[in-house]
């Protein structure tokens, strides 16, 4: 499969907002979630607890 420039260009664009949106939620957990010990529901929640 040959990727050509502007397809690569919006792929690398897609993997951008990806890394954008998982920093953005990392620093979202880090800096409300953790200082106040609240913990999330489902599987996340339960995996912070433990």
């Keep these: 499969m040959?990727?050509?420039?502007?397809?690569?260009?919006?792929?690398s664009k897609d993997?951008?907002?990806i890394v954008f949106g998982l920093v953005c939620y990392a620093m979202g957990w880090a800096a409300f979630l953790l200082p106040y010990q609240i913990t999330t529901g489902g599987v996340a929640g339960i995996s912070a607890v433990i």
């Design 2 to 11: 040959k990727l050509s420039v502007s397809g690569a260009f919006r792929e």
């Design 15 to 17: 993997y951008l907002f």
